[in-house]
């Protein structure tokens, strides 16, 4: 179970450190990446093609990741039966954050909060062996959550979340190193995005009715993740009351501009909804044994992530995340035929290209107007008689002419690579004067 965001985010500007912090929601706006619609209603934001290609890099980023690191993907629905969640213990436990029912004659169907029950169902459908696990099954999944309208707010709080999910089905004995190559997993994809934690919080439950009432697991969960932080080298601390209801969790804890807290991932130990759900294996001795069930998500909420990437970077996004990657600028009309070639190139090469041709101004115009695109392409008519292009950095560098070819493939590797620098060190270019 994640818990949504309880905070805006706001971060400096990553190419000027002393910059003012920015605010998500003004900037998504302004940059054309996100919007609302009160007939959509309040919480349910919709993504404009810029918005959606960070997306979907994101998105395709950590399907990457997931694949090298032995994950397979899954599709579920986001309804299930009432029933469904009675059974995972998110009716009991969770009621007052989920939808209302709909009736569905005599069926009551229900908005999903969570993807676990799901997940659950799938690996109860088929027997399963000792020697196929861990077997760990992953989905980018739509959830809901009624969060009341008061709270809501950019794409930090919201009613409809799409989650980097992912449950870990394996042993008793396995289960410590999986949540350890997940935390590991969650570092380095932090390292790709920009993204630095502030702190590792062990969460644990707290006063009250609203955990599952078995102190017995409680103390082989905890233990378990101790043992995973401590084996993992990070620094820790432990809060009582931030337990999801059915087990504790690593939360790891990311803060924005003004210092304000909230939680991007999350590893977390469940033997309650294995027991649930009956979920078994047949093991080395041929009887049936009770699974392990981690819960980990990378990214968290896509939503979530997004919104602190805008803030954390200030609109100017690492070039495999960028809008637009390359922008292609002829000087005049006579080399924009070969703009145009060099866009349905970059384009042939999965890079996200446009042309600013001049009709949209001066070069200088055109050039400023281009500021937050990490690639510019100046095609002047000695460039379009030898096929070069004239590089620009987003940050100040101008490259000397380079083949065309070398450079969409130089750029293309650096995107695939999710690389941060703009251009490798030493390379040749100097700064703007």
Known sequence: MRNQPSHDNAAHDHESHGHPAHDHRKLGRELDLFDTDPLMGSGLPYWLPDGAAIRHSLEEFIRDRER???????????????????????????????????????????????????????????????RELPLRMAELG????????????????????????????????????????????IREAHRALGVVPVRYRLSLPGAGGKYVAD???????VALLTEVLERS???????????????????????????????????????????????????????????????RSVIGSVERVVAHLIELYGGAFPA????VQVVLLPVSEAELPQAERFRQRCLDLGLRAEVADPEHGSL??????????????????KEAVDDRVALRLRDGRRLEPLPAE????????????????????????????
């Open 68 to 130: 090298r690191a032995g994950y397979r993907h899954v599709y579920s629905p986001v309804l299930g039966k009432r029933e469904l969640y009675e059974i995972s213990g998110h009716w009991a436990h969770y009621r007052e954050d989920m939808f209302p029912p709909m009736e569905l004659g005599s069926e009551e169907m229900v908005l999903r909060p969570s993807l676990c029950p799901h997940h659950a169902l799938i690996y109860r459908s088929r027997s399963h062996s000792y």
């Open 233 to 295: 080298g990070v620094p820790f601390e432990a809060a009582e009351g931030e337990a999801a209801f059915y087990g504790p969790k690593i939360d790891v804890q990311i803060a924005d501009g003004a210092g304000r807290e909230f939680t991007l991932s999350t590893v977390q130990i469940d033997f309650h909804q294995p027991e649930r759900f009956n979920l078994h294996y047949i093991g080395a001795d041929g009887a049936k044994h009770r699974p392990v069930m981690v819960h």
């Open 215 to 221: 102190p017995a697991l409680w103390e082989r969960a």
């Open 142 to 185: 739509g959830m809901y959550r009624s969060e009341l309208s008061g709270v809501l707010g950019g794409l930090t709080r919201v009613r409809a979340i799409q989650l980097n999910d992912a449950h870990i089905f394996c042993t008793p004995e396995q289960a410590a190193d999986e949540a350890v190559a997940a935390l590991e997993l």
């Open 364 to 381: 200088g115009a055109r050039i400023r107007a281009a500021r937050l695109v990490p690639y510019q392409a100046v095609i002047g008519a």
């Open 320 to 323: 495999w995340l960028a809008p």
């Open 406 to 433: 070398e450079a969409w493939a130089r750029i293309g590797a650096l995107v695939a690579a999710c690389d941060a620098e703009l251009w490798p060190e030493g390379a040749s270019g100097r700064p703007e004067s």
